[in-house]
């Protein structure tokens, strides 16, 4: 009898760090050391520095895996047994740089721009229809596959999946929730392998509604009042103002970066309020000079991976290789996967993509329901929900007038300018967009 290897396709595997960082996890599952993998992207240059360095990884780690590298993504996704998605459509340029630049000639400017606010919505739009075109080819060549979605904006493209797509099991990952909980542990001086919490919400809007430790004796220490005192004593870090400022308020922690929340809510990037942007630290155009830095680094960096340099390989945090052992072993582990909402959060729509612990075993992931989240907590995630849900209307109508309205009902785009300013800029980055968008009428 042949034993089949368990085969994993890479999908945007030219986006070579990132690559590193999953392959390594993934190769130091006993499971999966002799697996096969098909790291496919359509770069061939990118491709095949990440060929190399995985050979490196390999190498590294005493792995014997079959490495395939092809821009024929339907080659990659043939017999696939899981499938992870990292790509970027219309990369940092034209695609970044023109959800930026348009926009701030109308006075909006962003931080991050790739989840939620005017950019988010562009690149949910250009996004969000190539994940569906990988998931109707994996219906056709792996039906059986899990698609390990790590894309932004991450609920957009998870509804618009299921909503086009719904056949295909598919669940989204972000490293969100247990990076900040780790920020948060050094924080507060606790060890982090002490501590254990309950989170859940949206994507980049997840609250922890508990965060305790647990004692030797079995007790549990609630560990909120020492967030409090971080607060209370102005010792909160300068990079993180935003985030301690809506637990003053809200009383709960939310788990994505302060420079991302800040686009999410209307209350911090304010064009005629400069003391608000220099009171909570708001770095505007983070992800522009975030992009530049790391492609005038790139050739460097190429190289120095080229030469294995910086190859200690450790098991990282990221959810992708814990779910694919559990699956293949049965030995259970515990994840917050971002799947539909079917009564976990009993206070959010039906059909939403909510972010929630799920158990993951032989018998697949496993959502927890929540039952109901605090109602202040609830009314903020909606405000995200409402454009979020808007935007898959788009590309299921091809109607721009739901695009606008999604605009219009963006927190941040909403603060800064009128409805008819929304209806002017989104017809701009709608032409500026073109080639990369579906049809919009």
Known sequence: MTLKATKIALIGAGSTVFMKNLLGDLLQVEKL?????????????????????????????GASPTFEATTDRRRALDGADYVITMIQVAGYKPGTVTDFEVPKRHGLRQTIGDTLGIGGIMRGLRTAPVLV???????????NALMLQYVNPMAINCLALNRFAPE?????????????????????????????YRCAGINHMAFYLSF????????????????????????????????????????????????????????FIKRHRPDLIEQFNIPLDEYIRRCEKQIGEWGQQEQALLAGEG???????????????????????????????????????EGACVEVPCV??????????????????????????????????????????????????????????????????????????QGWLPHLG
């Open 212 to 267: 305790e430790r647990l004692l030797p004796d079995g007790r549990t220490e609630d560990l909120y009042p020492r967030i409090r005192s971080v607060l209370d004593t102005g010792k909160v870090p300068d990079w993180n103002r935003v985030r301690y400022e809506v637990f003053k308020h809200f009383g709960h922690f939310v788990t994505e970066s302060s420079e991302h929340f800040a686009e999410y809510v209307p209350w």
């Open 133 to 143: 075109d990988i998931a109707k080819d994996m219906r056709e060549l792996c039906p």
């Open 33 to 61: 050391r002799n697996a096969h993998i098909a790291l496919m992207d359509i770069d061939p240059h990118r491709l095949e520095t990440s060929q190399l360095v995985a050979g490196k990884i390999a190498e590294a780690v």
């Open 168 to 196: 295909v099991r598919t669940v989204g990952l972000c490293h969100s929730v247990q990076g900040t909980a780790k920020e948060l542990a050094e924080d507060i001086g606790v060890p982090i392998d002490e501590i254990r």
């Open 360 to 433: 993951v075993d032989h018998n697949g992931i496993q959502p927890t329901r929540i039952g109901n989240l605090p109602v202040g907590l609830a009314a903020l995630m909606q405000t995200n929900i409402n454009v979020q849900t808007l935007t898959v209307e788009a590309l299921a109508s091809g109607r721009r007038e739901h695009v606008k309205q999604a605009a219009m009902l963006d927190p941040h785009t909403a603060a800064e300018l009128s409805l008819d300013e929304i209806d002017t800029l989104v017809d701009e980055l709608i032409e500026a967009h």
């Open 311 to 349: 190859l200690k390989i450790c098991r990282s945090h990221e959810y992708a290789s814990q779910i694919i052992e559990a699956e293949l072993t049965g030995k259970p582990t515990l994840i917050n996967g971002n799947v539909m909402n079917t009564g976990l959060i009993a206070n959010l729509p």
